[in-house]
């Protein structure tokens, strides 16, 4: 990844975020943590909100999307247990970041977005960032992307009903599904693991995430 010129006060503010946001709150993955002091995190938010990037709280990135909170993004990343090599599925662009910090660790990042003004901001800030191991599609996140599986881990980062078939489908053996499952505003965040074809699933913390939108996700009625 590319090392961008940056003011001290952003980079003492992202350390600042990660000892406090999440190495105290019992993320002690050193790679996860690495990861997330190397990517500018204000480089993904509306420029207005720079000021606020490393704040403890998701942020609105417009289109009635945001960007998850800072330790959500160290939590799901540390669930899905991400290493050198692996190719990985991430339902849910947003603003790129979760992707931009799996980057860091993996081999490569297959990220899909449905809203195509953000798909396309993303895969702006990936080149801006030299990160040539993330390929962007927009499309139906609910479907997948069957030209590149199977994949190592997949990370859905929108609230679903339920874990879309086709993202099963797509995980390998061995790999690992992280999400956020349950009703349109209170979802609980599982983990998936794929073992002998068969799929072993646990809850781990209530969340909020906006809604999962396609063929498996929430209906405009619905929310």
Known sequence: MKTLEEPEILREAREKMVHSQIELRGIQNAAVLAAMRAVPRHVFVPSELVEEAYDDCPLPIGEGQTISQPYIVGLMTTLLRPRAGQRILEVGTGSGYQAAVLAQMVGDVYTLE???????????????????????????????????????????????????????????????????????????????VKEGGRLEGEDTIAVAFVPLRGQFGWGAEEW
């Open 114 to 192: 449905r809203i195509g003004s953000l798909a396309a901001r993303a895969a702006q800030l990936f080149e801006r960032l030299e990160l040539g191991n993330v390929h962007v599609q927009q499309g139906d996140g609910c479907l997948g992307w069957p030209e590149a599986a199977p994949f190592d881990g997949i990370i859905l980062t929108a609230g679903a009903p339920q874990i879309p078939q086709p993202l099963f489908d797509q995980l390998a053996e061995g790999g690992r599904l992280v999400g956020p499952v349950g009703s349109r505003f209170h979802q609980m965040l599982q983990v998936w």
